[in-house]
């Protein structure tokens, strides 16, 4: 079966402080992608990471990838409030199609 | 570019009546892709298309529910006849080279 698994999947944290999430996955692609999604609304694109020791930044966040450990990782730099949100891992495309992390909702408190 | 477009952005439908959602993908994107959301079981793929064709529909819960791509500018979701435990979110996106997703607003679905 094929699997993507994110870790925390809850995480409240503070305004200023940094934190990491991390993206587990199983399946045969190493594509990976990051999605964002705000409460009521859609999901939306990210990082999308093709190769190993792909790095993208993006304001305070930054998403790397290693194929060879088959992880991802999604690390916030002093988090502020509107990074508040559910940040869902996405591995595969092509043949297996794709594969969603079941999403990690992030609260950021002032 | 408008991006994926769905209507209806909301439904409120009663019990055993036909449900039509429809999405247009983006333009030049070769699959597309039919999502379900709720609370209790997230997010989860109902169908994706490929050049217009159906790929992967392991995902469609049961025979009240069907898909079609009748070309690549359009699709269509039907629910009949719907039930209350259809009420989610419906989402659609497509996809071009990268394999990178774009989703369309969704359309939020109650039944009563």
């Known amino acids: 079966e094929l699997k993507v698994e994110q870790n925390p999947l809850f995480l409240s944290m503070q305004e200023g402080k940094n934190y990491t999430i991390y993206c587990n996955y199983s399946?045969?692609?190493?594509?990976l992608y990051w999605y964002r999604q705000d409460p009521g609304k859609s999901l939306e694109s990210l990082f999308v990471l093709l190769s190993n020791g792909a790095v993208k930044q993006e304001g305070r966040l930054m998403a790397s990838l290693d194929t060879k450990a088959r992880l991802s990782t999604l690390h916030i730099t002093a988090a502020v409030h509107d990074l508040s949100a559910t940040y869902f891992c996405v591995s595969g495309g092509g043949a297996d199609g794709l594969t969603f992390g079941k999403g990690t909702h992030l609260i950021i408190q002032p | 570019d408008a991006g994926v477009i769905q209507s209806p952005r909301h439904e409120v439908t009663e019990m055993g009546q036909e449900v039509t959602l429809r999405c247009k993908p983006i333009s030049g994107h070769n699959s597309l892709f039919w999502y379900r959301q709720t609370m209790m079981r997230g997010l989860e793929l109902l169908i994706y298309f490929n050049n217009n064709v159906p790929i992967d529909d392991s995902g469609m819960p049961e025979d009240r529910f069907s898909a079609k791509m009748p070309n690549a500018s359009f699709s269509t979701l039907k629910i009949q006849p719907s039930e209350p435990r259809d009420s989610a979110v419906y989402f659609c996106?497509?996809?071009?080279?990268?394999?990178?997703?774009?989703f369309g607003e969704g359309s939020r679905l109650t039944v009563l």
């Open positions: 399946t045969t692609s190493d594509r």
């Open positions: 996106a497509s996809s071009g080279g990268l394999g990178e997703l774009f």
